[in-house]
């Protein structure tokens, strides 16, 4: 069943369908977000991610980059003290170490988007390589769906989804350009 299908209608993943899924993001705080949503989604359900996601808004403070770069042992104490977030280690300094090289990246590119774009199109494989060689905790699956959420690879939605017709009109990435070979 796809994404699509397992939305509709769905309280908590219908909203993320319909509003963000596969929709161009052009700002670092949202893309930290969503690389943050995909770390502490492995080996974990989307659903119990979607649910905890206001929490890890909070926790994280927005998702600034400039704010979660500076974190250090004490903010790592809080954010595994915090009930209502993914408390793993692993993956809290993950997101710490990624803000950190999103700041890297405003500074040579202007801003995470702008890095992105620079690198697009490329095949996922190609994606997974680069990813992996700058920013952690960046396997096959986060790096797909994070690519896929944010319109820098095709498949967030089905061919008659509604919804995908509509993100297709904001022409993401996917759609402006295929690596050779095509997708």
């Known amino acids: 069943m796809s994404y699509c299908e397992i939305s509709r209608g769905h309280p908590v993943h219908g909203p993320h369908h319909d509003t963000e899924y596969g929709r161009p993001v052009s700002r670092d705080d949202v893309l930290l977000e969503r690389i943050a949503l995909e770390i502490n989604q492995a080996g974990l359900s989307w ?10 808004f909070e926790a994280f403070e927005g998702f600034d980059p400039e704010t979660v770069a500076a974190y250090g042992e004490t ?3 809080r954010l595994l003290g915090n009930a209502g977030i993914i408390r793993n280690r692993r993956k809290i300094e993950a997101v710490i170490e990624n803000a950190k090289r999103v700041r890297a990246i405003r500074d040579s590119h202007g801003g995470l988007a702008a890095w992105l774009e620079a690198q697009h199109p490329m ?36 061919a008659d989804c509604p919804v995908g017709q509509e993100v297709s009109t904001l022409n993401p990435a996917w759609m402006r350009a295929a690596p050779p070979g095509g997708w």
């Not at 659903?47 to 890890?56: G, H, Q, T, V």
């Not at 994606?127 to 498949?155: C, H, I």
Request: net charge positive; hydrophobic share 50%; proline share 6%.
């Open 47 to 56: 659903l119990l991610i979607l649910k905890k996601r206001p929490a890890l």
């Open 75 to 77: 903010e790592i104490a």
């Open 123 to 158: 095949r996922l494989e190609d994606w997974v390589k680069r990813m992996r060689a700058t920013f952690v905790f960046m396997g096959p699956e986060v790096v797909n769906e994070f690519l896929m959420s944010t319109g820098y690879l095709p498949g967030a939605h089905d």
